[in-house]
């Protein structure tokens, strides 16, 4: 149980573009999805916290602009890098927990690796 | 405030032999920890949790790690090391109940230590 899957798996796209990425927990029901962002050989970066039915709640630093979250459903996250740039370039994981309990463990989609050429 | 360290961006072992992956973690109330393991270009994994019950927790694919209060550590073992366990690995602590204002669910990621396992 507690499956959590991410779409798409990777994407290339232009400079100047925008891309979508789709998060779901397919088989609970999520009121929180967080989204992080993983340099190669580093650690996760948390970017925001997404909260259904309203607005994301996003970290110290990250552009809510550039990073537009939506959480329209209990099942659905998603997050949209606009205008993407090179230095976009990164793997994007969303995870989720069951419930809002401190000691629930988070389950993490696959990620989505997006290069900006 | 939370905060995690892994001492060791790099491990390697012998196909059979202990795996010893350190953690220590700072925290100013009791801490909820977590050990996670990623292989390449794929989400986190769940391997073992400590929350305040036994302090030595027993995780998947044969992992354990000991809770120590006294020494602020959180180490994640393993007796005889197998090929397939060659990914990178993360502790993170959560925020608890006892934090006032928390956003319930955050965690906080040590750096990562890759291990590798030679045959």
């Known amino acids: 149980g507690a499956v959590v899957s991410q779409h798409p798996s990777w994407v290339i796209c232009k400079s100047g573009t925008s891309v979508k990425i789709e998060c779901r927990s397919l088989?609970?029901?999520?009121?929180?999805m967080f989204w992080y962002r993983q340099f190669p050989k580093q650690s996760l970066m948390l970017m925001a916290t997404s909260n259904e039915g309203s607005k994301a709640t996003y970290e110290q630093g990250v552009e809510k602009d550039k990073f537009l979250i939506n959480h329209a459903s209990l099942t659905l996250s998603t997050l949209t890098v606009t205008s993407a740039h090179p230095e976009d370039s990164s793997f994007y994981i969303c995870s989720a927990k069951t419930d809002r309990t401190s000691n629930s463990p988070l389950h993490f989609g696959n990620g989505t690796r997006l290069t900006v050429t | 405030a939370q905060s995690v360290t892994q001492l060791g961006s790099h491990v390697s072992v012998s196909e059979g032999a202990l795996v010893l992956l350190r953690c220590n973690y700072s925290s100013s109330v009791p801490p909820y920890l977590f050990w996670y393991v990623q292989y390449p270009n794929q989400g986190l994994q769940l391997l073992l949790k400590?929350?305040?019950?036994?302090?030595l927790v027993k995780g998947i694919n044969g992992f354990e790690a000991e809770f120590k209060k006294s020494e602020t550590s959180f180490h994640l073992t393993k007796p005889s090391a197998h090929m397939s366990d060659a990914a990178e690995y993360f502790c993170?602590?959560?925020?608890?109940?006892?934090?006032?204002?928390?956003?319930?669910?955050?965690?906080?990621f040590g750096r990562g230590t890759q291990l590798t396992v030679w045959p």
């Open positions: 400590y929350t305040s019950a036994a302090t």
């Open positions: 993170a602590v959560s925020e608890s109940p006892a934090d006032r204002g928390s956003t319930l669910g955050r965690l906080y």
């Open positions: 088989d609970f029901q999520a009121t929180t």
